[in-house]
Protein backbone atom coordinates (compact mmCIF):
# COMPACT_ATOMS: atom_id res chain seq x y z
CA UNK A 1 0.00 0.00 0.00
CA UNK A 2 1.33 3.82 -1.00
CA UNK A 3 1.90 6.04 2.26
CA UNK A 4 0.02 8.87 0.28
CA UNK A 5 -3.57 9.08 -0.91
CA UNK A 6 -3.91 6.13 -3.45
CA UNK A 7 -5.34 9.10 -6.21
CA UNK A 8 -1.67 10.97 -5.79
CA UNK A 9 -0.04 7.70 -6.09
CA UNK A 10 -1.69 6.51 -9.14
CA UNK A 11 -0.81 10.27 -10.69
CA UNK A 12 2.99 10.30 -10.31
CA UNK A 13 3.43 6.68 -11.09
CA UNK A 14 1.59 8.07 -14.12
CA UNK A 15 4.05 10.89 -14.46
CA UNK A 16 7.06 8.87 -13.98
CA UNK A 17 5.93 6.38 -16.59
CA UNK A 18 5.31 9.45 -18.91
CA UNK A 19 8.64 10.81 -18.48
CA UNK A 20 10.81 7.73 -18.92
CA UNK A 21 9.15 6.88 -22.05
CA UNK A 22 10.34 10.47 -23.21
CA UNK A 23 13.99 10.87 -21.70
CA UNK A 24 15.81 13.54 -22.75
CA UNK A 25 19.37 14.90 -22.33
CA UNK A 26 20.86 17.38 -20.06
CA UNK A 27 19.88 20.75 -21.17
CA UNK A 28 17.89 19.63 -24.01
CA UNK A 29 14.73 18.79 -20.73
CA UNK A 30 11.98 20.51 -22.86
CA UNK A 31 9.00 17.93 -22.93
CA UNK A 32 10.16 17.07 -19.88
CA UNK A 33 9.83 20.69 -18.21
CA UNK A 34 6.27 21.35 -19.93
CA UNK A 35 4.83 17.96 -18.43
CA UNK A 36 5.90 19.09 -15.37
CA UNK A 37 4.74 22.55 -15.67
CA UNK A 38 1.12 21.08 -16.83
CA UNK A 39 1.08 19.03 -13.50
CA UNK A 40 2.07 21.68 -10.97
CA UNK A 41 -0.33 23.60 -12.94
CA UNK A 42 -3.23 21.33 -12.58
CA UNK A 43 -2.64 21.29 -9.00
CA UNK A 44 -3.27 25.22 -8.93
CA UNK A 45 0.40 25.59 -8.02
CA UNK A 46 1.81 28.30 -10.63
CA UNK A 47 5.47 28.43 -11.68
CA UNK A 48 8.55 29.57 -13.58
CA UNK A 49 9.53 28.12 -16.06
CA UNK A 50 12.47 28.53 -18.34
CA UNK A 51 15.29 28.68 -15.08
CA UNK A 52 18.63 28.28 -16.10
CA UNK A 53 17.29 27.14 -19.55
CA UNK A 54 15.10 23.88 -18.95
CA UNK A 55 14.90 24.05 -15.13
CA UNK A 56 11.57 24.87 -13.32
CA UNK A 57 10.12 26.52 -10.22
CA UNK A 58 7.57 27.01 -8.02
CA UNK A 59 6.62 28.35 -4.72
CA UNK A 60 3.39 27.13 -2.39
CA UNK A 61 3.06 29.78 0.01
CA UNK A 62 3.66 29.57 3.67
CA UNK A 63 3.67 31.80 6.89
CA UNK A 64 4.90 34.97 5.71
CA UNK A 65 8.28 36.85 6.83
CA UNK A 66 9.54 33.14 7.18
CA UNK A 67 12.48 31.71 4.70
CA UNK A 68 11.15 29.00 2.40
CA UNK A 69 11.66 25.37 2.54
CA UNK A 70 13.69 24.04 -0.50
CA UNK A 71 12.62 20.61 -2.25
CA UNK A 72 14.88 19.69 -5.14
CA UNK A 73 14.70 16.94 -7.99
CA UNK A 74 16.76 16.44 -10.88
CA UNK A 75 15.03 15.83 -14.49
CA UNK A 76 17.87 14.79 -16.98
CA UNK A 77 18.30 11.57 -18.91
CA UNK A 78 21.65 9.95 -19.74
CA UNK A 79 22.92 8.77 -23.29
CA UNK A 80 22.12 5.13 -23.09
CA UNK A 81 20.29 2.53 -24.81
CA UNK A 82 17.44 1.38 -22.87
CA UNK A 83 17.08 -2.76 -22.18
CA UNK A 84 14.84 -2.96 -19.48
CA UNK A 85 11.77 -4.91 -21.53
CA UNK A 86 9.21 -2.34 -19.21
CA UNK A 87 6.32 -1.44 -21.44
CA UNK A 88 6.87 2.21 -20.97
CA UNK A 89 10.28 1.99 -22.07
CA UNK A 90 12.42 4.96 -23.71
CA UNK A 91 10.82 6.04 -27.00
CA UNK A 92 13.98 7.17 -28.90
CA UNK A 93 17.07 5.27 -29.10
CA UNK A 94 20.12 5.81 -27.12
CA UNK A 95 18.25 8.02 -24.50
CA UNK A 96 17.17 6.71 -21.28
CA UNK A 97 16.29 7.20 -17.73
CA UNK A 98 18.63 5.08 -16.32
CA UNK A 99 19.38 7.14 -12.86
CA UNK A 100 16.12 7.61 -11.63
CA UNK A 101 15.75 11.37 -12.35
CA UNK A 102 12.55 10.58 -13.82
CA UNK A 103 11.61 9.01 -10.00
CA UNK A 104 12.73 11.96 -8.84
CA UNK A 105 10.54 14.28 -9.94
CA UNK A 106 7.49 12.26 -9.87
CA UNK A 107 8.64 12.01 -6.16
CA UNK A 108 8.30 16.26 -5.62
CA UNK A 109 5.53 16.41 -7.75
CA UNK A 110 3.62 14.21 -5.11
CA UNK A 111 5.02 16.29 -2.67
CA UNK A 112 3.31 18.90 -4.64
CA UNK A 113 -0.01 17.81 -4.76
CA UNK A 114 0.10 17.39 -0.96
CA UNK A 115 1.38 20.19 0.11
CA UNK A 116 -0.65 22.30 -1.75
CA UNK A 117 -3.94 21.17 -0.08
CA UNK A 118 -2.14 21.80 3.16
CA UNK A 119 -3.79 24.67 5.00
CA UNK A 120 -1.13 27.43 6.99
CA UNK A 121 1.85 25.64 6.36
CA UNK A 122 5.03 26.65 8.85
CA UNK A 123 6.98 27.87 5.55
CA UNK A 124 6.42 28.44 2.07
CA UNK A 125 7.58 25.97 -0.29
CA UNK A 126 9.82 26.15 -3.03
CA UNK A 127 10.23 23.08 -5.65
CA UNK A 128 12.98 23.42 -7.76
CA UNK A 129 13.22 21.06 -11.29
CA UNK A 130 16.85 20.92 -11.96
CA UNK A 131 18.44 20.06 -15.41
CA UNK A 132 21.51 18.89 -16.17
CA UNK A 133 22.81 17.32 -12.78
CA UNK A 134 24.10 14.58 -14.84
CA UNK A 135 27.11 16.99 -16.54
CA UNK A 136 27.54 18.31 -12.95
CA UNK A 137 26.17 21.93 -13.83
CA UNK A 138 22.61 22.54 -13.52
CA UNK A 139 22.93 23.15 -9.62
CA UNK A 140 25.00 26.29 -10.18
CA UNK A 141 22.70 27.21 -12.94
CA UNK A 142 19.91 27.13 -11.30
CA UNK A 143 21.94 29.03 -8.11
CA UNK A 144 23.09 31.86 -10.27
CA UNK A 145 19.46 31.79 -11.56
CA UNK A 146 18.22 32.93 -7.98
CA UNK A 147 16.80 30.08 -7.13
CA UNK A 148 18.25 30.03 -3.15
CA UNK A 149 17.14 33.82 -2.75
CA UNK A 150 14.79 33.61 0.59
CA UNK A 151 15.75 29.97 1.37
CA UNK A 152 16.35 28.82 4.72
CA UNK A 153 17.26 25.07 3.94
CA UNK A 154 17.18 22.45 0.61
CA UNK A 155 16.60 18.89 1.26
CA UNK A 156 16.98 16.23 -1.96
CA UNK A 157 17.12 12.80 -2.34
CA UNK A 158 18.20 9.25 -4.74
CA UNK A 159 16.60 6.35 -5.40
CA UNK A 160 19.02 3.37 -4.67
CA UNK A 161 19.18 -0.09 -5.67
CA UNK A 162 20.85 -1.35 -2.44
CA UNK A 163 18.25 -0.76 -0.07
CA UNK A 164 14.86 -2.48 0.30
CA UNK A 165 11.43 -0.64 -0.91
CA UNK A 166 9.87 1.91 1.93
CA UNK A 167 13.67 2.25 3.60
CA UNK A 168 14.75 5.59 3.80
CA UNK A 169 18.88 6.36 4.34
CA UNK A 170 19.72 8.85 6.46
CA UNK A 171 23.45 9.56 7.23
CA UNK A 172 25.86 12.32 8.76
CA UNK A 173 28.90 12.90 7.07
CA UNK A 174 29.98 12.37 3.64
CA UNK A 175 27.08 10.76 1.10
CA UNK A 176 28.56 11.50 -2.25
CA UNK A 177 32.28 12.15 -3.25
CA UNK A 178 33.29 14.62 -5.17
CA UNK A 179 34.58 14.38 -8.73
CA UNK A 180 37.28 16.00 -10.63
CA UNK A 181 38.69 15.34 -13.85
CA UNK A 182 42.49 15.32 -15.02
CA UNK A 183 44.01 15.65 -18.11
CA UNK A 184 48.28 14.65 -18.55
CA UNK A 185 50.04 15.48 -21.85
CA UNK A 186 53.69 13.76 -22.03
CA UNK A 187 55.93 15.55 -25.02
CA UNK A 188 59.14 13.27 -25.42
CA UNK A 189 60.67 12.69 -28.76
CA UNK A 190 59.61 10.11 -31.40
CA UNK A 191 62.13 7.95 -32.97
CA UNK A 192 61.99 4.82 -35.63
CA UNK A 193 61.20 1.79 -32.89
CA UNK A 194 64.46 -0.23 -34.36
CA UNK A 195 66.11 2.95 -32.60
CA UNK A 196 65.11 3.26 -29.14
CA UNK A 197 68.00 5.26 -27.60
CA UNK A 198 67.14 8.16 -30.11
CA UNK A 199 63.51 8.61 -28.54
CA UNK A 200 62.21 9.65 -25.44
CA UNK A 201 59.08 7.36 -25.35
CA UNK A 202 55.75 8.67 -24.41
CA UNK A 203 54.35 5.36 -24.43
CA UNK A 204 56.90 4.08 -21.72
CA UNK A 205 56.80 7.24 -19.37
CA UNK A 206 52.97 7.13 -19.56
CA UNK A 207 52.96 3.62 -18.58
CA UNK A 208 54.75 4.88 -15.61
CA UNK A 209 52.96 7.72 -14.88
CA UNK A 210 49.94 4.92 -14.35
CA UNK A 211 51.73 2.70 -11.97
CA UNK A 212 52.65 5.90 -9.99
CA UNK A 213 49.58 7.18 -10.19
CA UNK A 214 47.88 4.06 -8.10
CA UNK A 215 50.53 5.02 -5.51
CA UNK A 216 48.62 7.78 -4.28
CA UNK A 217 45.56 6.34 -2.61
CA UNK A 218 47.33 3.07 -1.09
CA UNK A 219 50.28 4.75 -0.28
CA UNK A 220 49.54 8.59 0.70
CA UNK A 221 45.93 8.67 2.08
CA UNK A 222 44.67 7.75 5.12
CA UNK A 223 42.59 4.46 4.54
CA UNK A 224 39.66 5.58 6.70
CA UNK A 225 38.80 8.57 3.88
CA UNK A 226 37.79 6.83 0.53
CA UNK A 227 39.52 8.03 -2.32
CA UNK A 228 39.50 6.78 -6.21
CA UNK A 229 41.96 7.57 -8.96
CA UNK A 230 41.61 6.18 -11.94
CA UNK A 231 42.78 6.65 -15.52
CA UNK A 232 40.58 5.99 -17.96
CA UNK A 233 42.24 7.22 -21.15
CA UNK A 234 45.58 6.59 -22.71
CA UNK A 235 46.17 7.93 -26.38
CA UNK A 236 49.79 7.38 -28.00
CA UNK A 237 51.41 6.33 -31.06
CA UNK A 238 50.70 6.20 -34.87
CA UNK A 239 52.14 3.03 -35.93
CA UNK A 240 53.84 -0.37 -34.88
CA UNK A 241 57.24 0.74 -35.74
CA UNK A 242 57.44 4.38 -34.73
CA UNK A 243 57.94 4.84 -30.72
CA UNK A 244 55.20 7.66 -29.41
CA UNK A 245 56.78 10.95 -29.01
CA UNK A 246 53.79 12.47 -27.91
CA UNK A 247 51.11 10.90 -25.17
CA UNK A 248 47.65 11.73 -23.51
CA UNK A 249 46.38 10.59 -20.19
CA UNK A 250 42.65 11.57 -18.64
CA UNK A 251 41.11 10.47 -15.71
CA UNK A 252 39.19 11.09 -12.88
CA UNK A 253 39.86 11.79 -8.69
CA UNK A 254 36.97 11.04 -5.98
CA UNK A 255 37.02 11.75 -2.68
CA UNK A 256 34.79 12.46 0.62
CA UNK A 257 36.84 14.96 1.68
CA UNK A 258 37.80 18.76 1.33
CA UNK A 259 41.49 18.35 2.05
CA UNK A 260 42.31 14.58 0.45
CA UNK A 261 40.64 16.54 -2.43
CA UNK A 262 43.46 18.76 -2.54
CA UNK A 263 46.11 16.11 -1.77
CA UNK A 264 45.19 14.04 -4.78
CA UNK A 265 45.31 17.01 -7.05
CA UNK A 266 48.33 18.03 -5.23
CA UNK A 267 50.30 14.62 -5.94
CA UNK A 268 49.14 14.07 -9.39
CA UNK A 269 51.13 17.30 -10.20
CA UNK A 270 53.97 15.67 -8.41
CA UNK A 271 54.53 12.69 -9.63
CA UNK A 272 54.23 14.15 -12.84
CA UNK A 273 56.77 16.75 -12.31
CA UNK A 274 59.14 14.05 -11.01
CA UNK A 275 58.62 11.56 -14.10
CA UNK A 276 59.08 13.85 -16.54
CA UNK A 277 62.27 15.00 -15.28
CA UNK A 278 63.58 11.72 -14.80
CA UNK A 279 62.81 10.35 -17.99
CA UNK A 280 63.34 14.00 -19.76
CA UNK A 281 60.08 15.04 -21.21
CA UNK A 282 57.65 17.49 -21.03
CA UNK A 283 54.76 16.78 -19.27
CA UNK A 284 51.10 19.52 -18.71
CA UNK A 285 48.89 18.64 -16.30
CA UNK A 286 45.65 20.28 -15.96
CA UNK A 287 42.61 19.65 -13.59
CA UNK A 288 38.88 19.99 -14.72
CA UNK A 289 37.47 20.76 -10.67
CA UNK A 290 33.84 19.25 -10.94
CA UNK A 291 31.46 18.81 -7.78
CA UNK A 292 32.66 19.23 -4.11
CA UNK A 293 31.94 16.18 -1.70
CA UNK A 294 28.08 16.02 -0.87
CA UNK A 295 28.39 16.47 3.58
CA UNK A 296 25.13 16.22 5.31
CA UNK A 297 26.07 17.78 8.55
CA UNK A 298 24.51 16.09 11.90
CA UNK A 299 22.01 18.66 12.73
CA UNK A 300 20.43 18.38 9.50
CA UNK A 301 21.01 14.61 9.53
CA UNK A 302 18.74 14.19 12.51
CA UNK A 303 16.20 16.71 11.22
CA UNK A 304 15.72 14.34 7.96
CA UNK A 305 16.07 11.24 10.56
CA UNK A 306 13.09 12.52 11.91
CA UNK A 307 11.19 12.93 8.72
CA UNK A 308 11.79 9.45 7.93
CA UNK A 309 10.60 8.50 10.76
CA UNK A 310 7.49 9.87 10.53
CA UNK A 311 6.92 8.90 6.47
CA UNK A 312 7.97 5.66 7.10
CA UNK A 313 8.44 4.21 10.69
CA UNK A 314 11.69 4.12 12.51
CA UNK A 315 12.36 0.33 11.56
CA UNK A 316 12.59 1.41 8.28
CA UNK A 317 15.14 4.50 8.31
CA UNK A 318 18.57 3.11 7.74
CA UNK A 319 21.76 4.05 7.88
CA UNK A 320 24.54 4.72 4.87
CA UNK A 321 25.70 0.90 4.39
CA UNK A 322 29.33 1.76 2.28
CA UNK A 323 30.71 4.88 1.24
CA UNK A 324 29.46 5.89 -2.37
CA UNK A 325 32.00 7.59 -4.59
CA UNK A 326 29.81 9.07 -6.65
CA UNK A 327 29.04 12.83 -7.30
CA UNK A 328 25.72 14.58 -6.99
CA UNK A 329 25.54 18.30 -7.97
CA UNK A 330 23.55 18.95 -5.00
CA UNK A 331 26.50 19.75 -2.91
CA UNK A 332 26.47 22.86 -4.15
CA UNK A 333 23.01 24.02 -2.66
CA UNK A 334 24.45 23.11 0.38
CA UNK A 335 27.67 24.87 -0.16
CA UNK A 336 24.58 27.86 0.02
CA UNK A 337 22.12 27.11 2.37
CA UNK A 338 21.73 23.99 5.30
CA UNK A 339 19.78 21.00 4.19
CA UNK A 340 20.31 16.97 3.81
CA UNK A 341 20.60 14.74 0.96
CA UNK A 342 19.00 11.21 1.65
CA UNK A 343 18.46 7.80 -0.21
CA UNK A 344 15.35 6.03 -0.94
CA UNK A 345 15.17 2.13 -1.50
CA UNK A 346 14.13 0.80 -4.74
CA UNK A 347 15.19 -2.94 -4.96
CA UNK A 348 13.49 -4.75 -7.50
CA UNK A 349 14.04 -8.57 -7.09
CA UNK A 350 15.88 -9.89 -9.81
CA UNK A 351 17.19 -6.75 -10.52
CA UNK A 352 19.70 -6.23 -8.31
CA UNK A 353 22.71 -6.37 -10.04
CA UNK A 354 21.49 -3.57 -12.71
CA UNK A 355 23.19 -0.45 -10.74
CA UNK A 356 22.68 3.23 -11.60
CA UNK A 357 23.59 4.37 -15.51
CA UNK A 358 23.50 0.85 -16.33
CA UNK A 359 20.72 -0.29 -19.71
CA UNK A 360 18.62 -2.56 -17.34
CA UNK A 361 18.20 0.18 -14.51
CA UNK A 362 14.67 -0.15 -12.65
CA UNK A 363 13.28 0.71 -9.73
CA UNK A 364 10.16 -0.27 -7.31
CA UNK A 365 7.80 2.57 -8.30
CA UNK A 366 6.37 2.03 -4.49
CA UNK A 367 9.49 3.98 -3.28
CA UNK A 368 7.48 7.13 -5.02
CA UNK A 369 4.94 7.09 -2.53
CA UNK A 370 7.95 7.01 -0.41
CA UNK A 371 9.74 9.94 -1.25
CA UNK A 372 6.12 11.97 -1.99
CA UNK A 373 5.67 11.10 2.14
CA UNK A 374 9.55 11.86 2.94
CA UNK A 375 9.17 15.79 0.96
CA UNK A 376 6.17 16.56 2.48
CA UNK A 377 7.35 15.96 5.96
CA UNK A 378 10.66 17.29 6.22
CA UNK A 379 9.01 20.27 4.15
CA UNK A 380 6.49 20.93 7.62
CA UNK A 381 9.11 19.64 10.52
CA UNK A 382 11.74 22.21 8.47
CA UNK A 383 9.14 24.90 8.11
CA UNK A 384 8.44 24.81 11.55
CA UNK A 385 12.34 24.76 12.51
CA UNK A 386 12.60 28.16 10.48
CA UNK A 387 9.04 29.89 11.95
CA UNK A 388 10.66 29.10 15.30
CA UNK A 389 14.30 30.18 14.24
CA UNK A 390 12.45 33.53 13.07
CA UNK A 391 10.02 33.85 16.35
CA UNK A 392 13.06 33.58 18.56
CA UNK A 393 11.56 30.11 19.91
CA UNK A 394 13.59 26.83 20.50
CA UNK A 395 13.95 24.56 17.14
CA UNK A 396 13.81 21.46 19.31
CA UNK A 397 9.85 22.13 19.66
CA UNK A 398 9.85 21.90 15.89
CA UNK A 399 10.55 18.04 15.70
CA UNK A 400 8.22 15.25 16.54
Not at 25 to 41: G, H, M, P, V, Y
Not at 69 to 81: C, E, M, N
Not at 115 to 131: G, H, M, N, T, Y
Not at 267 to 272: D, H, L, N, P, V
Amino acid sequence: MPLIRQDVYDRIVSIRRLLHRHPELSNQEIQTSAAIADFLRSLGVQCRTNVAGTGIVADIPGAAGVPCVVLRADIDALPIHEETGLEFSSAYDGVMHACGHDGHTAMVLGAAALLSEEKDLPAPVRLIFQPAEEKGTGARAMIHAGVLDGAGMIFGGHLDRHYHPGAIVVSEGAVNASSDNFTIEIVGQGAHGARPHESIDAVVVGSLMIMALQTIVSREVDPARPSVVSVGQFQAGTAPNVIAGQAKLSGTVRAQDAIVRRQLLSSIRRIAESIGQLHGAKMQVSVKEGTPPLINLPDMADLARHAAIEAVGETNVLPLKTANMGAEDFSYYLEQVPGAYVRFGGQVPGKEGFPAHSSKFDFDETALGVGAAYFLAVAKIAGRRLRDQQNGSSPSTSLP
